[in-house]
């Protein structure tokens, strides 16, 4: 399965915007629609966003719409995540993986990284 890292985290505050990266080791990466989960401390892991093979097509959790922009460098192995208009219902840890399918919201493996900090507070 796919190794997955996962940088660009930090602390910003309200209305601030951070680009989280997603660096996947093997030559596969290609192959496989990606997604981007967070947890909040004292929550389940939610699905944020997730991206086609292509990166043509895109699915995102109704909070996050207009707010986030989900890419993929299919030459770099590298998937991104653009949080723009940050709000404090932000702050989680972020992980990257592969998902089932753009629209499942599911990840395909209960493997995960070590995801990136983000926190969002004045």
């Known amino acids: 399965q796919l190794q997955v890292a996962e940088s660009g985290g930090g602390l910003v505050q309200p209305g601030d915007s951070l680009r989280l990266s997603c660096v996947a080791s093997?030559?596969?990466?290609?192959?496989?629609?990606m997604g981007w989960f967070r947890q909040s401390p004292g929550k389940e892991r939610e699905f944020v966003a997730a991206?086609?093979?292509?990166?043509?097509?895109?699915h995102y959790v109704d909070s996050v719409k207009d707010r986030f922009t989900i890419s993929r460098d299919n030459a770099k192995n590298t998937m991104y995540l653009q949080m723009n208009n940050l709000k404090p219902e932000d702050t989680a840890v972020y992980y990257c993986?592969?998902?089932?399918?753009?629209?499942?919201?599911?990840?395909?493996?209960?493997?995960w990284g070590q995801g990136t900090q983000v926190t969002v507070s004045e």
């Open positions: 093997g030559r596969t990466f290609s192959s496989y629609p």
């Open positions: 993986t592969t998902v089932t399918t753009v629209n499942s919201e599911q990840a395909r493996y209960d493997y």
């Open positions: 991206i086609a093979t292509t990166g043509l097509y895109f």
